[in-house]
C-alpha cells in the first residue's frame, strides 16, 4: 500500500479505522504512516513512523503509544480525550508546529521532547490541558512562538501543563494561561526570554496557578493577575507590562517597566 491512514486498502478489512476500533501498526521495516485529515479513534499502539499534515488527530479511550517518530507539516493537532485516557510519544524528538490537547482529564505525555517551534505558518497554535487532564513533555528547554499567528499555552478547569525543564523562551508571540481552580501551567525552570521582536504574555486568574520562580521577565514580557490568581512575580527584573485585579502582589525586584495597571 502508500502507508496513508485514509486508504482503506492499508487496513485489515479494507475498512479505515473508526471512533471505536484499537488500532494496532507494527510493520517491519522503516515505513511511515501518513494521515492527512481527522481522525477519531479508540486508542493507538504504534511501532512505526507517524507524518500528520491537517485535521486532529484524536484517540479517545485507553493507553496509547507511538514509539517510532512524530513528523509534522503545517500545524495538525494531537488530542487525547477522557479520563481514562493516555497516549504518550516515546519517540518524537521534532514537532514544530503541531497543537496539542489533554482534554477532559487525559494525558499526554512526550517524554523525549526537548525544542519546539511554533513555525511561520499563519494558523495559531494551542497546547491546552482541561479538566484534570496533563500536558506532560519534561525534556523541553526551549520553546519559541511566531509573528503571523501565535501560540498558547493554557491550562484550564483544573488541567496541569509540566514543562518543568523549560529554560528559555525565544521569542513570542506566545500567551500562557492558567484559568480555574486546580490549574497549573508548570515553569519552574524557566529563566529567560530574550526576543525583542514580539510580546510573551502570562496571565494566571480564577485561582490558576503559573509557576516560574526563576524567571526574570524581560523587555517582552507582559503578566496579568485577575480574581486570586497566582503567579511567580516577586523574582521580576524587567516587564513591559502588567496588569493586576483583585489581588495583592510583590514586584519588590522590578527595577525596569514600561507600563502596568492595578
Wanted: proline letters at 3%; a negative charge; glycine letters at 14%.
Amino acid at each position: 500500500g502508500d502507508f496513508s491512514w485514509q486508504n482503506r486498502t492499508n487496513w485489515s478489512g479494507v475498512v479505515v479505522p473508526g471512533t471505536f476500533d484499537d488500532v494496532v501498526i507494527n510493520t517491519g521495516g522503516s515505513i511511515t504512516v501518513t494521515s492527512s485529515t481527522s481522525v477519531t479513534i479508540r486508542s493507538l499502539q504504534c511501532s512505526n513512523n507517524l507524518a500528520l499534515s491537517a485535521g486532529t488527530f484524536r484517540v479517545s479511550g485507553g493507553d496509547s503509544l507511538v514509539q517510532g517518530q512524530v513528523s509534522v507539516t503545517g500545524n495538525p493537532i494531537l488530542s487525547a480525550t477522557g479520563a481514562a485516557t493516555t497516549l504518550t510519544l516515546s519517540g518524537a524528538t521534532n514537532m514544530d508546529g503541531i497543537g496539542l490537547e489533554a482534554l477532559s482529564g487525559a494525558q499526554l505525555a512526550l517524554p523525549n521532547l526537548t525544542n519546539y517551534n511554533k513555525g511561520p505558518g499563519c494558523a495559531g497554535v494551542i497546547w491546552q490541558a482541561t479538566g484534570a487532564g496533563s500536558l506532560d513533555a519534561p525534556n523541553l528547554t526551549t520553546l519559541t512562538g511566531a509573528g503571523c499567528a501565535g501560540m498558547t499555552v493554557e491550562a484550564l478547569s483544573g488541567g496541569g501543563i509540566f514543562l518543568t525543564n523549560l529554560t528559555t523562551i525565544t521569542e513570542g508571540t506566545l500567551t500562557v494561561l492558567a484559568d480555574g481552580t486546580g490549574s497549573l501551567v508548570d515553569l519552574s525552570a524557566l529563566q529567560q526570554s530574550p526576543g525583542t521582536l514580539r510580546t510573551v504574555s502570562f496571565e494566571a486568574r480564577n485561582h490558576g496557578t503559573i509557576a516560574m520562580p526563576q524567571f526574570s521577565g524581560g523587555g517582552n514580557v507582559t503578566v496579568t493577575i485577575k480574581f486570586n490568581g497566582t503567579l511567580s512575580v516577586s523574582q521580576l527584573e524587567e516587564l513591559s507590562g502588567f496588569t493586576v485585579i483583585g489581588t495583592n502582589v510583590d514586584f519588590s525586584a522590578l527595577t525596569n517597566l514600561t507600563g502596568g495597571f492595578v
